[in-house]
């Protein structure tokens, strides 16, 4: 048995009907149109993931200051709530 049951005397009829209702050349054009299909998605791909690579760092800065402004706002706020409470503020 071959791939899903399907045997290849199966296989050999599909690829026959199917060469016959498209014709070789438009099977040609259309495997040509997917392969560069496939190498336009693959570099569109490493482009993204050089691009993401150089984008994280500066991403990374923020992450990385927001976490001192919180923790320097929480100590601070850490510090004014063992001062004793002003009464003349309304």
Do not use: Y
Request: charged letters at 25%; aromatic letters at 4%.
């Amino acid at each position: 048995m071959g791939v899903g049951g399907i045997g290849i005397w199966q296989l050999l009829i599909i690829l026959l009907i199917v060469v016959l209702l498209f014709g070789t050349k438009r099977l040609k054009s259309i495997g040509s149109d997917l392969g560069n299909a496939v190498k336009g998605f693959r570099s569109a791909m490493t482009d993204a993931d050089k691009a993401g690579d150089d984008n994280q760092d500066p991403k990374r800065l923020d992450t990385a200051k927001s976490e001192q402004t919180t923790d320097a706002v929480g100590a601070s706020a850490d510090s004014a709530s063992t001062k004793p409470a002003d009464k003349t503020k309304v």
